[in-house]
């Protein structure tokens, strides 16, 4: 029997409904990569299951040529992918010396360039690679050059799902619609970086509210913006040398807390107010990695100059160095570029830039396997990811060996492109997103053959 017409349309009402409820709730975090170490902030996806085995043959779904330099994190939302680069344009300014005839000012020998830079952001097509929109937030000469394996975009973007916010550092802060229409614009000064190893540092954005941190020749700082107005709500000084850890935000203890990792102190911010909830030290310098969340507990380590791990109490206030508040500490085998990977009660971390990995109990700090040579990884700036049971790592020479989520060392395959890799993988749904030093990958499974 057929349903009468006001029915029918009451039904399609209803079902289409439904429909949107799914779709509602496939439009959320856990489905995407949305930020620097994804939905979690660990590392881990809770839903992607890409492919365990890819070559440049093989189960390459797309690949696109990306103009510049970048070694960010792309980042996913729905049918989108978004990248930062920054692209030389060549055009010289005559007032600045080629860098060949500027005289040694650090370390590293570091120069400034004497070429004006396109900051841009690029939107591309999830399932084609297809370039959607890009758009340049400013184009200027940088102040000061940066280590031969950082450039001017390596922060990731973040995305609340409404809106993109892209950080170039010193060359400033840009908020865009999805679709491409740029909200506002913030110039936040810039930064003088010790040896001018350039900046990285990722934004972080939680309930409105976007959070960057600044660590650099003492002069740094924490300043937390409106999301709707670019407007600061509060910034703080801090006293740290060159570190470049993306902070974690967290809810605990019924406060909202912004954990910070750099060499002075570990801190936990009050989002709210700035104010300091509690500190400690114990890492080395030049802090990298990004904290990670273990229940109460927040796990921060780092490897320039020596090793260094701890799980830090998030219950606490005031200056905890020096009191027996840690839950564990190590000091071995921690990475310096790579962050740490927490993968249901397993942290894995790579030791230095080595292709040398750890696998702890996170709960415990006793180590469960390890060290364990990585095969044919010998260096690696790209941080480990998790999804499906899996551990996927990526090492600068293109090789990503794949270890089954286990307290063993197990190999499950290793896969080969040829291409150099810094970037972090990005993983959503079937695929994997790969930035090489000249190409976006996306790696899935070719159901055709």
Same mark, same amino acid.
Do not use: D
């Given at each position: 029997m057929s349903i009468p017409c006001p029915q029918r349309t009451l039904w399609a009402l209803c079902l289409l409904l439904l429909v949107s409820s799914k779709l509602a709730v496939c439009d959320? =975090?856990?489905?995407?990569?949305?930020?620097?170490r994804g939905p979690l902030a660990n590392g881990v996806s809770p839903t992607a299951n890409p492919p365990t085995t890819w070559s440049e043959e093989k189960n390459v779904k797309w690949k696109v040529e990306i103009d510049g330099q970048g070694t960010s994190t792309p980042i996913v939302w729905n049918d989108r992918v978004f990248?930062?680069?920054?692209?030389d344009t060549g055009r010289k300014d005559p007032s600045i010396p080629d860098p060949e005839d500027q005289p040694k000012t650090n370390f590293f020998n570091i120069k400034r360039p004497n070429t004006s830079f396109d900051f841009v952001t690029l939107c591309l097509d999830r399932h084609t690679g297809r370039e959607l929109w890009r758009r340049t937030a400013t184009t200027k000469i940088p102040h000061e050059g940066t280590h031969q394996d950082n450039d001017f975009a390596s922060a990731s973007p973040t995305t609340d799902g409404e809106r993109i916010y892209c950080w170039f550092g010193s060359a400033g802060l840009v908020c865009y619609t999805l679709d491409g229409q740029q909200l506002w614009q913030r110039q936040l000064g810039e930064a003088a970086v010790g040896?001018?190893?350039g900046e990285g540092c990722s934004p972080v954005v939680h309930a409105g509210q976007l959070v960057l941190v600044r660590d650099h020749s003492h002069r740094g700082s924490i300043e937390v913006l409106d999301c709707l107005t670019g407007k600061t709500q509060w910034k703080k000084s801090r006293d740290e040398d060159n570190a470049w850890a993306t902070p974690l935000v967290v809810e605990h203890s019924g406060r909202t807390q912004v954990i910070t990792a750099a060499t002075n102190f570990v801190r936990s911010y009050d989002l709210e107010n700035g104010d300091v909830i509690w500190q400690c030290g114990g890492l080395t310098g030049n802090v990298t =990695?990004? =904290?990670?969340l273990d229940g109460d507990y927040v796990i921060c380590m780092s490897g320039y100059q020596g090793y260094a791990a701890a799980a830090f109490p998030l219950g606490r206030q005031g200056d905890l160095s020096g009191a027996s508040s840690t839950r564990w500490t190590l000091d071995r085998g921690t990475p310096y570029v790579p962050s740490p990977l927490i993968y249901d009660g397993l942290l894995y971390f790579t030791q230095s830039n080595a292709g040398i990995l750890r696998c702890l109990d996170a709960e415990t700090g006793q180590i469960l396997y390890g060290p364990e040579r990585l095969g044919d990884l010998n260096n690696i700036y790209a941080s480990p990811v998790g999804c499906a049971g899996r551990v996927y790592?990526?090492?600068r020479n293109g090789a990503t060996i794949v270890l089954k989520r286990s307290q063993k060392f197990e190999v499950l395959a290793t896969n080969y492109l040829e291409e150099r890799f810094d970037a972090s993988p990005a993983i959503a749904g079937k695929q994997m997103f790969l930035r090489g030093a000249q190409h976006l990958y996306c790696i899935e499974e070719d159901v055709t053959h």
């Open positions: 959320g =975090p856990a489905e995407n990569w949305h930020q620097w990248l930062l680069t920054a692209i040896s001018s190893l =990695p990004c =904290p990670v790592i990526t090492g």
